[in-house]
């Protein structure tokens, strides 16, 4: 099979235009309505206004928003509604924008979505405060609906603490002398899985849907998450583009114990002893260093390793979706988001 970074059609990461159509507004009333300077942060990293409030002019640096149509999709595949599904879709991407905003300080990351990350621009309080009210309107989000809102706030709820628990356990990486595969699933499941998982089954949940194909739809954004995260490392190291309007590079440079090293740390022969021997070295690696850490990586397996987990993991999230018994059409278009998401060079 391909790389996973290798060459892809133009049409593989299709924006939905029906799902923009529901969610943008709904997004933009929800951001609209928290206190003005938590707004103005935020709709500064959606990327719907510069730093002074005025809108955007040029073509808005704006997030896939792949989270909010896989709510919608999962709904048209249990039978229900896109717009039943609606506050669940605006949920996700609201508890996503405030993840982002949180990790970029965490990291001290200073790109996003190809623009300064807003902590850099407003400040870290005013970044972490926004990421605070973003939180709090995806819980408003759920609470607000006019039934199935218990079934919806548990499943946001459950997600959430798991995705806390997954970040925490990436932020331990960074100081762990070694980080297992399973360790490495685990932190993923968590902190990417967690939120596409509670994704799906928001669909399901607020569509009305039993338990069967709830657990279905929940596994396979769960195990699709994983798959996209695993990718995501693969981009992050030899990614064409900016993935995520970030310096391909950057996580080597921060030493980041991301699948592909973690793969070829734990490998046996004189690629892995040498990365080994560099990643020891207290001290972000320098940019002949990144160049020496990305050729010893591959050289030791880890990419050919992560980008064989990224498979499995889809395999496996497109077997756990057929539990969800979608229609034939909508299988076919979760299906093709989930290559998208996997194959995608950006
Ligand atoms: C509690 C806490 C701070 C958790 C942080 C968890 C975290 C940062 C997970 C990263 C997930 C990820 C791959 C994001 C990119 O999504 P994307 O490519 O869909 O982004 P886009 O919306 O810009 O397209």
Redesign the pocket.
């Known amino acids: 099979m391909s790389q996973l970074t290798g060459p892809v059609p133009d049409t593989v990461f299709p924006r939905l235009g029906w799902v923009d159509d529901l969610v943008v507004p709904a997004l933009r009333e929800a951001v609209g309505a928290l206190p003005a300077a938590e707004a103005r942060v935020a709709g500064y990293h959606r990327g719907w206004t510069e730093a002074d409030g005025a809108p955007v002019e040029s073509t808005p640096r704006?997030?896939?928003?792949?989270?909010p149509a896989l709510t919608l999709l999962s709904a048209l595949a249990v039978g229900g509604s896109a717009r039943d599904a609606l506050p669940g879709a605006v949920a996700v991407?609201l508890v996503?924008?405030?993840?982002?905003?949180?990790?970029d300080v965490?990291d001290g990351d200073a790109l996003?979505?190809h623009r300064p990350a807003a902590w850099s621009v407003f400040g870290t309080s005013a970044a972490v405060l926004a990421?605070d009210a973003l939180l709090v309107a995806a819980m408003r989000a759920v609470s607000d609906v006019p039934c199935r809102s218990a079934a919806a706030v548990a499943e946001l709820v459950g997600a959430?603490m798991e995705?806390?628990e997954?970040?925490?356990a990436?932020v331990a990486f960074e100081e762990a002398p070694a980080v297992s595969v399973p360790q490495y699933l685990g932190m993923a499941g968590g902190?990417?899985g967690s939120?596409m998982g509670c994704a799906c089954a928001l669909g399901g949940v607020l569509a009305g849907a039993d338990g069967e194909r709830v657990g279905g739809l929940r596994e396979f954004g769960r195990r699709l998450?994983v798959a996209?995260?695993c990718a995501?490392d693969v981009l992050g190291i030899w990614g064409r583009s900016r993935?995520?309007?970030k310096p391909v590079g950057s996580d080597l440079a921060a030493r980041k114990k991301s699948l592909p090293v973690v793969a070829a740390l734990a490998g046996e022969g004189a690629a892995a002893r040498e990365l080994r021997a560099l990643y020891a070295s207290p001290h972000p690696l320098a940019e002949q260093e990144v160049v020496v850490a990305r050729e010893l990586v591959e050289r030791a397996g880890g990419r050919e390793a992560a980008e064989e987990e990224a498979r499995r993991q889809l395999a496996e999230a497109l077997r756990a979706l057929s539990y969800a018994r979608p229609s034939a059409d909508v299988y076919r278009q979760l299906q093709e988001i989930a290559w998208a998401?996997v194959r995608?060079d950006a």
Not at 96 to 103: Q, R, V
Request: proline share 0%; charged share 35%; net charge positive.
């Open positions: 704006r997030g896939k928003a792949v989270r991407e996503h924008d405030f993840t982002l905003l949180h990790d965490i996003r979505r990421g959430l995705l806390v997954g970040q925490s990436d902190k990417t939120l998450g996209f995260q995501d993935r995520s309007g998401m995608r």
